[in-house]
């Protein structure tokens, strides 16, 4: 089944912690992207990657980093968690960045509740 | 991208369609109409997009005016289950980011 998998679900962490959400695609997907969620404010894209060892900033870059050493994972890490990050988090996936497939879909995995205390 | 304005909610009888609303009168003609839903706090699901031409898939049709500047979303049958919360997005073609507005919110009522 094509799908795109976080792990964790669900996390509570402490301001500071280091900490890792995976996300990881069987599509062979080219584009990977992190957005958050919260209250309000819509998803907003954090990151994205059109290909492996090809990140760029989205809109809401800052207390993130991300990396894209293989095509089906982008893990997106906080190394010092602040309660302002605390949101849900959607890692998605598309096949190519543009180019001869420019209204391709974009597929969501299932979300990542994350709550820094 | 083009800003788009949806009504924040509505509501619509099980088994009758749901005919959902967007403005996006400053869409350029490389721009394409999206549309998404959110189900819940799921990840959100591609419904269909269209660029001027009206288009139907097996969830969906998308109606877009002649001058562009307005689309709707028809849900031929709604049921209780498509209850989500429904994004309009304007896009260019080569871009590389969806921009997710509030969206409407769509109650199907039994």
């Known amino acids: 089944e094509a799908q795109v998998t976080q792990n964790p679900r669900y996390l509570i962490t402490v301001t500071g912690k280091k900490l890792t959400v995976t996300c990881s695609q069987n599509?062979?997907?080219?584009?990977m992207s992190w957005y958050r969620q919260d209250p309000g404010l819509g998803l907003r894209q954090i990151y994205y990657s059109m290909n492996v060892e090809v990140t760029d900033k989205g809109d809401v870059p800052e207390g993130y980093k991300v990396s894209r050493k293989e095509k089906r994972n982008f893990p997106l890490i906080l190394e010092s968690p602040s309660p302002n990050q605390t949101s849900l988090y959607f890692c998605?996936?598309?096949?190519?960045?543009?180019?001869?497939?420019?209204?391709?879909?974009?597929?969501f995995g299932p979300g990542t509740r994350l709550t820094v205390l | 991208d083009a800003k788009t304005t949806q009504p924040p909610s509505m509501d619509c009888a099980e088994g009758r369609a749901a005919n959902l609303p967007c403005n996006h009168s400053?869409?350029?003609?490389?721009?394409?109409v999206y549309w998404y839903r959110q189900i819940h706090s799921q990840g959100p699901q591609y419904i269909i997009h269209?660029?001027?031409n009206n288009e139907t898939n097996e969830m969906a049709s998308l109606i877009i005016t002649e001058d562009r500047k307005s689309s709707t979303l028809i849900l031929p049958h709604a049921t209780l289950r498509d209850t989500a919360v429904y994004y309009c997005i304007v896009r260019v073609a080569y871009g590389q980011n969806f921009v997710f507005g509030p969206g409407t919110r769509l109650s199907v009522l039994p």
């Open positions: 998605a996936s598309r096949a190519g960045a543009g180019g001869i497939f420019p209204y391709n879909e974009q597929f």
């Open positions: 400053t869409i350029s003609g490389n721009e394409y």
């Open positions: 269209g660029l001027k």
């Open positions: 599509m062979n997907h080219e584009y």
